[in-house]
DNA sequence: TATCACTATATCGGACCGATATATATCGAT
DNA sequence: ATCGATATATATCGGTCCGATATAGTGATA
């Protein structure tokens, strides 16, 4: 799913100009997606010229004209379409785990430094997500939400029972045989 | 943290080709962070060319030369400077959770087909990383392994639990004027 | 013997982001 | 009254990264 067809979603609940498209994005698919300027607006130029949304420009006095974009009968039908593909597989990614791939090159009170922040992070994004889930309508919208508090609830709950395992000096013993499953 | 400085993290732990890069990527670190070799190999290029590693060329009789890199005192100096960085936030992405923003578009058994097949891949994801899991020497693998089985049994029970808000037919009232804002 | 999976390299086109540029408006702080 | 921050609103440039593709030998399995 490109930004371009996330655009054409985002005006199948409204008419909108680019920049409230953007805002959308934070707004409503922050924990889910996110999208640059640089990627809605050539969407959105993209969108036009192959007929699935129109564009209705309003001209401000001394001041750029306001573009606003509505999703064209076409552009709903092929957003119809895209939504019944079958969605790619989720993608994680996180400086703050692979760092910590690396926690043996670190002073241990900087691993500790680390986890402090990242569960930091994780309670504000967390707290975030918990208030602006109060001011949501749909119940998709509750649904995801929901979603997000609930991942970032069980990160730091990990964090915090297991950061012993690499903040604890590794034993000076030969290796231990695990046991494996 | 980009794939160029994540390839010289992965050479502090021995010399290795591109392609054994590849597959540490994979082994190693999959469920924070993957590259494609269309990355790893401009990156090692270009830490060549740095002076950040050293690269040893195997020439085999027939087949393209074998090219083992090692990373030297100015790279691992380099790399330390690097993991000292405050990490950049996590990132995630979920064409799920994006077709799910709009599952009123959707008929009630495509979304209730949409979640089973999720909670399928979750679950075997978690599965594999679990027994990955018993196969990690270091407790930083162990840690990070664990941490990925922790998110993907919370993202299944959530799923599990929550589900029926939005697969429950919405009720039915006169529609609310909506806009994207 | 054909097919598959693995080792091993590399590039092209395209998607996407961060930084930057350009204006104006509003609102609170000094 | 002015200053700075924030918001509205557009757009592009350089660069990172990925997916698809190309090439080619080896070994195992069917």
Redesign the pocket.
């Known amino acids: 799913?490109?930004?371009?067809t996330l655009c054409l979603g985002l005006l199948t609940f409204g008419e909108a100009?680019?920049?409230?498209?953007?805002?959308a994005f934070q707004d409503r698919m922050s924990m889910v997606?996110?999208?640059?300027?640089?990627?809605?607006?050539?969407?959105?130029?993209r969108l036009t010229k192959e007929g699935l949304v129109s564009c209705r420009a309003e001209s401000q006095?001394?001041?750029?004209?306001?573009?606003?974009y509505s999703i064209t009968p076409a552009g709903r039908e092929e957003f119809l379409k895209e939504i019944h593909n079958a969605p790619?597989a989720d993608k994680f990614r996180s400086d703050f785990l692979a760092t910590l791939m690396f926690s043996h090159l670190l002073q241990p009170g900087n691993v500790s430094r680390l986890i402090d922040n990242q569960i930091m992070d994780y309670r504000q994004k967390k707290d975030e997500l918990s208030q602006g889930c109060g001011m949501k309508q749909s119940q998709s919208e509750q649904f995801l939400c929901g979603f997000g508090v609930t991942m970032y609830q069980a990160a730091i709950e990990y964090l915090e029972q297991n950061r012993h395992l690499i903040e604890a000096p590794a034993p000076v013993r030969a290796p231990a045989k695990q046991s494996v499953k």
Request: glycine letters at 4%; hydrophobic letters at 25%.
């Open positions: 799913m490109d930004i371009r100009t680019g920049y409230e498209i953007k805002k997606y996110d999208a640059s300027f640089s990627s809605i607006y050539p969407s959105l130029n006095s001394r001041r750029p004209d306001r573009k606003v790619a």
